[in-house]
C-alpha cells in the first residue's frame, strides 16, 4: 500500500505503508487510511520530523574503531550505511510539502 500526501500548494509526496506509517507515528498522527495535517500543526510536525532525525543521526554517528575490528567489520558496515535510505531523505521531500503548504495556508491530507 501507498500513502498519497496532498496539498493544493505542492506536488504529492508518495510512501511506502511502512515508511509513511513510521512518519505519521513521529507527528503524533495515527496510521489511518485518511487524515489531515492542518496548518497549526505544521510547525509542531516539523520540529518532530527535525528532532527525530537529529536524534538518529546523533546516535548513527560511527564509533571510535576498536582494535578487535577486522577490515572486513569495517567494509561490512560502510556497505550498510551507504545502502540505507536515512529518515533525513526520506522526510525532505514531506518537510518542503508541509512548509510550502503552511506558507500558503493550505493543509496536507493523504487518502482523500
Given at each position: 500500500m501507498l500513502y498519497k500526501f496532498k496539498s493544493?500548494?505542492?506536488?504529492d509526496v508518495i510512501m511506502l505503508k511502512l515508511n509513511a506509517e513510521e512518519v505519521l507515528q513521529i507527528i503524533g498522527k495515527p496510521a489511518s487510511p485518511t487524515g489531515i495535517i492542518t496548518?497549526?500543526?505544521?510547525?509542531?510536525?516539523?520540529?518532530a520530523l527535525k528532532a527525530e532525525v537529529q536524534r538518529r543521526e546523533a546516535m548513527g554517528q560511527p564509533q571510535a574503531?576498536?582494535?578487535?575490528?577486522?577490515?572486513?567489520?569495517?567494509v561490512d558496515e560502510a556497505k550498510a550505511r551507504t545502502d540505507l535510505v536515512t529518515l533525513r531523505q526520506r522526510v525532505t521531500p514531506f518537510i518542503?510539502?508541509?512548509?510550502?503548504?503552511?506558507?500558503?495556508?493550505?493543509?496536507v491530507v493523504w487518502g482523500v
Amino acid at each position: 500500500m501507498l500513502y498519497k500526501f496532498k496539498s493544493q500548494e505542492a506536488a504529492d509526496v508518495i510512501m511506502l505503508k511502512l515508511n509513511a506509517e513510521e512518519v505519521l507515528q513521529i507527528i503524533g498522527k495515527p496510521a489511518s487510511p485518511t487524515g489531515i495535517i492542518t496548518v497549526e500543526q505544521v510547525p509542531a510536525a516539523v520540529a518532530a520530523l527535525k528532532a527525530e532525525v537529529q536524534r538518529r543521526e546523533a546516535m548513527g554517528q560511527p564509533q571510535a574503531a576498536s582494535d578487535e575490528r577486522s577490515p572486513q567489520d569495517e567494509v561490512d558496515e560502510a556497505k550498510a550505511r551507504t545502502d540505507l535510505v536515512t529518515l533525513r531523505q526520506r522526510v525532505t521531500p514531506f518537510i518542503e510539502l508541509l512548509e510550502r503548504s503552511a506558507a500558503a495556508g493550505k493543509d496536507v491530507v493523504w487518502g482523500v
